[in-house]
């Protein structure tokens, strides 16, 4: 699949190469929030944009703030890679990912005490030439310092008038799993990636071929459960994937007692009920198109007969018979 960007974290961490682990390099570039904001360098002031599209950005209640304000770090390990310069002609990469933290905190934890924010104590971004497109691990000496390396050859693959949007949609997936909780390591890597591609989604950074399937588990992760998430988010009520995200701290993942305490209902039987949804949703869309496309038939027809139209005439469409409407606007 193109975009399995990353497996689970927590998985991954003890799967990576030693030296992916704890990759230190005197070229850092450090990005700390103020008060204590460094100058920015000159050539990060090319081609900068804001992301004042994003949702969480754009609303009036500031983003949750962790108890601790974290060190954001950018790391450019080939300034000669098509992709590195990509990267530093679309994104102004302190606001991307300042932003990206932001956000993530705004639909993971708004209206939560602080206490519910994991103790992340610095995030680096890290750009490399790299197979895949990005994952985030914690350093093995503390995991609170997290890393997301991000490929840069993934980067330059991408198609130019994508490449701003792609890169704030992977850099925000990626800052979720810095930002989330996992059970003690025991939530299903479904939900994790589901979780983390929901506030992608939330975010607005939604890539083309994303669509809504109800088929398989619920669990398959990415935006397959995003939007499973998305669903339950508008059914019970704006806050149950931060009730979900919060059910995953400080204890593990116990299948059976979650999502029936949240709401009221086994996950299997909230799968189902999507994908009934899913079914009522499309089935929906289907009649609404023949109908459109019926009117746009009655017009024509209309255009060519005049005022001679024979009121009985049957239009087939797409195997659904449909009756000119007349008289109506
Ligand atoms: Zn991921």
Redesign the pocket.
């Known amino acids: 699949m193109a975009f399995q960007?990353?497996?689970s974290?927590f998985k991954l961490i003890s799967q990576l190469p030693k030296h992916q682990q704890t990759s230190h390099s005197s070229s850092a570039l450090l990005f700390k929030t103020p008060p204590m904001t460094p100058p920015t360098p000159t050539y990060f002031q090319q081609a900068m944009s804001s992301t004042t599209d994003d949702p969480a950005a754009a609303s009036t209640s500031p983003a949750p703030k962790p108890k601790r304000t974290p060190l954001l770090r950018l790391e450019l390990r080939d300034l000669s890679q098509p992709g590195t310069h990509s990267f530093l002609k679309h994104l102004s990469a302190s606001n991307a990912i300042e932003d990206a933290v932001s956000g993530v905190l705004y639909w993971l934890y708004k209206d939560l005490p602080t206490h519910c924010i994991p103790p992340t104590r610095s995030v680096t971004l890290i750009l490399r030439p790299m197979g895949g497109v990005a994952?985030?691990t914690g350093k093995d000496f503390d995991d609170d310092h997290k890393e997301i390396h991000f490929s840069t050859d993934y980067i330059n693959g991408i198609a130019e008038g994508r490449k701003k949007e792609e890169m704030l949609g992977v850099i925000r997936?990626?800052m979720?799993?810095c930002w989330q909780w996992n059970a003690q390591g025991s939530a299903p890597g479904g939900l994790?990636?589901g979780i983390?591609d929901w506030v992608r989604l939330k975010s607005g950074f939604v890539p083309p071929h994303w669509k809504q399937e109800s088929d398989g588990d619920w669990d398959a992760g990415y935006q397959h459960t995003g939007y499973f998430l998305e669903y339950l988010e508008k059914t019970f009520g704006e806050g149950s994937v931060r009730k979900i995200n919060d059910g995953l701290r400080g204890q593990k993942y116990k299948d059976g007692e979650l999502w029936e305490e949240l709401f009221g209902k086994k996950v299997d039987k909230l799968w189902a009920d999507y994908g009934s949804h899913l079914g009522k949703e499309k089935a929906e869309e289907e009649a609404k198109r023949v109908e459109e496309e019926g009117k746009k038939k009655d017009e024509a027809t209309s255009n060519s007969q005049g005022s001679e139209q024979n009121p009985q005439k049957m239009t087939h469409l797409g195997g659904n018979i449909h009756y000119p409407r007349r008289g109506l606007p």
């Open positions: 960007y990353c497996g974290l994952y985030t997936h990626e979720v799993h994790i990636e983390a």
